[in-house]
């Protein structure tokens, strides 16, 4: 039989849901949450849980990015749409069709009590008519968790209670359910997690071994994918920047290798990102065994930092990492770095003294401008003159400049949904904050 991976951990979400438990992943960004949320969501997964439990269940992934509203109604609708997309070659004609009738009633709802009403009539028409256990694997949920009003989040837990063994959750965050929220009258439904939060793992090697020749790069021999297992430490988005960097290196360079891939744009902006998802103590933690690596912390700060991933046998997970947070220090901490930074000389642009790839013509041009209007509204006639020429006000519309900025966005924007620079007010125009946008 096939496998899957973070194999333990994926048996270990497969054999609760099997018994009836609901289960939560709790990751850092890029340390593999979604791979195996998807793989949950494929037959070898649908295979080991009838072996499990002798039943069997359809596990459907959702992807909480995809919500078109941070919202309740938002949630309803990315729910359904993910179990119409799914489950249309799966299930009786009738039954699709009742689905994609209350589909359309969420997405049309003008109050939350008719969106909360069609959602519950579509879950109840599926578990009662499916002929299988329904688990929903509700990944990247943090934002949309966290907006939930609780009334939306007793009526999931008031589903489950309903239908138990025939419907089933797996959450996928950053943080623990209760760190997300806390509120005493949600615990309802994080309760359903309490006894099976799994923190993400590292990477196996035979897995790290596989995500890099997945990458299909010819020139990846035994030493190199060796050099990327040791800088990465088991981190997947770290594992595959590294990738990209080891793989371009000179023979005699793989002994430097720790500072050479230290100082490229993806690798850096991999590290930054995990450091901007720590809070302020987990930083202040991290600093010290970065800057000490033979201290010692609390044992209780210790596992904290290891349920995060950000420690394995007593040592930060990752000399990549590491060495990032000794510069970092070095440098003046995170109040030099943070800003867009723009060397009109050699082109080169840098988001938290992290240096981009390169830009666009255009690209340039657009960035340009609002980083000489920083914190700055610039409307699309602005945009057009400046980026196109006057010549193109007319020809230019606002799909188009919306596409370049789109395009700019997911350049300097660790996360270009939830950007922190680069901000749209909808029907006025765009602005570049010359400091982060707060959480």
Same mark, same amino acid.
């Given at each position: 039989?096939?496998?899957? *991976? ?44 009838? &072996? ?66 069609? +959602?519950?009539?579509? $879950? =109840?028409?599926?578990?009662?008519? /499916? ?32 239908? &138990? ?10 943080? =623990? ?11 309802? +439904?994080?309760?359903? +997690?309490?006894?099976? =939060?799994? #923190? ?28 990327? $297992? ?68 609390? *044992? ?18 990752? #000399? ?21 930074? /723009? ?18 013509? /255009? ?39 919306? &596409? ?11 996360? *270009? ?19 982060? &946008?707060?959480?």
């Amino acid at each position: 039989m096939a496998t899957l *991976p973070y194999e333990s951990t994926a048996r270990a979400v497969l054999t609760d849901l099997a018994a009836g438990r609901c289960a939560a992943l709790v990751g850092l960004s890029n340390t593999g949450k979604s791979t195996l949320m998807q793989a949950l969501s494929g037959q070898t997964a649908e295979r080991m849980y009838t &072996k499990l439990c002798g039943r069997k269940a359809v596990l459907i992934y959702v992807d909480c990015n995809r919500a078109v509203a941070i919202s309740a109604q938002g949630f309803y609708e990315v729910v359904l749409r993910s179990l119409l997309e799914a489950l249309a070659d799966q299930v009786a004609l009738d039954v699709t069709a009742t689905l994609r009738s209350h589909h359309q009633e969420v997405t049309d709802a003008v109050t939350a009590f008719n969106a909360s009403l069609s +959602f519950n009539l579509a $879950l =109840t028409e599926l578990c009662e008519h /499916l002929g299988r256990d329904l688990c929903l694997l509700i990944d990247e949920f943090d934002e949309l968790y966290t907006a939930l009003d609780d009334r939306a989040l007793l009526n999931l837990r008031a589903l489950r209670d309903r239908f &138990k063994d025939r419907l089933g959750y797996v959450t996928a965050t950053v943080r =623990t359910l209760p760190e997300l929220r806390g509120a005493a009258v949600e615990d309802e +439904f994080a309760e359903m +997690f309490a006894r099976s =939060t799994y #923190p993400m793992p590292a990477l196996e090697e035979d897995e790290a071994r596989l995500v890099v020749a997945s990458l299909n790069i010819s020139s990846m021999g035994a030493k190199r994918v060796g050099t990327c $297992l040791e800088l990465a430490g088991g981190h997947m988005g770290l594992l595959v920047a590294a990738a990209q960097v080891v793989a371009g290196l000179e023979a005699e360079q793989l002994a430097e290798a720790l500072e050479a891939v230290g100082q490229e744009p993806m690798p850096r902006a991999e590290c930054l990102k995990i450091w901007n998802q720590l809070t302020a103590e987990e930083q202040e933690a991290v600093s010290s065994m970065a800057l000490d690596p033979g201290g010692s912390l609390p *044992p209780q700060q210790l596992e904290h930092l290891e349920n995060l991933g950000l420690m394995r046998g007593g040592s930060l997970f990752s #000399p990549l990492f590491a060495a990032f947070v000794a510069r970092r220090l070095r440098a003046g901490g995170e109040a030099a770095a943070a800003g867009v930074r /723009l060397d009109p000389d050699s082109g080169d642009v840098w988001v938290d003294e992290v240096r981009i790839p390169v830009l666009t013509d /255009l690209e340039y041009k657009l960035l340009q401008l609002l980083h000489d209007r920083r914190d700055k509204l610039t409307d699309k006639y602005q945009i057009v003159t400046a980026v196109w020429g006057e010549g193109y006000l007319d020809e230019i519309d606002d799909a188009r400049v919306e &596409k370049l900025v789109s395009r700019l966005r997911s350049k300097i924007e660790q996360d *270009p949904a939830n950007p922190r620079y680069l901000i749209t007010q909808r029907g006025r125009g765009y602005k570049l904050l010359s400091h982060p &946008k707060a959480e």
